[in-house]
């Protein structure tokens, strides 16, 4: 999977499920659905979204950083 392609199927997990699921949270399933290497090195961190929304610019800008290395 791209970090593109990662994007855009994260983002559908948050409008399919936003009743359910905050931003953060949804960005976070998904990658840890995908890429469970990345997801363990952000888990509990100071970018880690699950639990706090505005995380998530530092989130994607550190994964796009990573993706592909």
Request: net charge positive.
């Amino acid at each position: 999977m791209t970090f593109r392609e990662y994007l855009t199927e994260a983002a559908k997990c948050f409008i399919t499920n936003k009743r359910t699921h905050r931003r953060g949270q949804a960005y976070w399933n998904t990658l840890e659905l995908h890429r469970k290497d990345l997801a363990d090195k952000i888990r509990a961190t100071k970018i880690d979204p699950y639990y706090r929304d505005e995380r998530v610019p530092d989130f994607i800008d550190y994964l796009k950083d990573k993706w592909n290395q």
